[in-house]
């Protein structure tokens, strides 16, 4: 598996780590393909001058800083620039573990000490798990300043890339809010409890893609695709007694779990 080497650095303590991907893309996904004949569609990169065909290799990053005319700098020139505290992740300050909105999350990565560090790393995790805190950093990642956060796990730090607050949309929308009865609160309350179990991330899985996989099946084997079942559901006319059902509902399926 492939890793990114850095260093998390604060004050005069440097823990070297490897950085390795936390998550994987486990989609189905389709090719495109011509109508009339189910070929494969191929798009291929050529040069607006010569018209010709060109690879990966052939390619180098150009800044266009007049009409038509660009400046090329290289990935040695880019990496050239980078001096040893940008190479390395610089924490910050650190903050309260529920004080981010998830939407500042980007990618997330699983954080491994390299050799000589693993005290450090301990230290730091322990530390932050401790006090229920995480640690803001930043590091460049490519050609830009890339905002982190180091948050402690039982079995490890995983480091999240941050969104800045001018990559996140504006979230305060405004809608009309109702007034809510006591009685009423508290029903929604007793069915948020009724629901309280720990969260099991093995529990759960993306049914519709084992449906899709099943459908692709299907096909492969020449069978008719069968229309889904209409789920029977109408709208919710009185919230208390839709409340009151949710609840019974949620009690006989933990007393059935």
């Not at 950085?19 to 798009?43: C, G, P, V, W």
């Not at 090329?72 to 910050?92: A, G, H, M, W, Y």
């Amino acid at each position: 598996m492939a890793s990114r080497k850095s260093v998390i650095s604060f004050g005069m303590v440097a823990i070297p780590i490897a950085m390795y991907t936390a998550t994987q893309d486990n989609d189905i996904h389709f090719n495109q393909l011509h109508k009339e004949d189910n070929s494969r569609i191929r798009y291929k990169k050529t040069c607006a001058h010569c018209g010709k065909e060109i690879t990966s290799e052939d390619i180098v990053k150009g800044y266009e800083y007049d009409k038509d005319k660009y400046v090329v700098v290289t990935e040695e020139e880019i990496e050239k620039i980078k001096t040893e505290k940008e190479k390395s992740i610089q924490i910050l300050h650190f903050a309260k573990l529920d004080q981010i909105s998830p939407v500042y999350y980007n990618k997330t990565y699983q954080a491994v000490p390299e050799k000589g560090g693993e005290k450090a790393f301990e230290l730091l995790r322990s530390a932050l798990l401790a006090e229920q805190k995480i640690a803001i950093g930043k590091t460049v990642m490519g050609t830009k300043d890339t905002l982190m956060a180091i948050i402690p796990r039982e079995d490890g730090l995983l480091i999240s890339t941050m969104f800045y607050a001018d990559d996140v949309k504006e979230l305060q929308k405004q809608y009309s809010r109702p007034e809510v009865a006591e009685a009423e609160l508290n029903m929604a309350k007793m069915l948020i409890n009724s629901m309280d179990t720990p969260f099991d991330p093995s529990q759960y899985r993306d049914e519709y893609q084992e449906k899709l996989r099943a459908l692709i099946e299907t096909k492969i084997s020449g069978k008719e695709i069968v229309a889904a079942e209409p789920e029977s559901g109408g709208k919710v006319i009185d919230l208390m007694e839709a409340l009151k059902a949710s609840v019974e509902k949620a009690k006989r399926e933990k007393e059935s779990a």
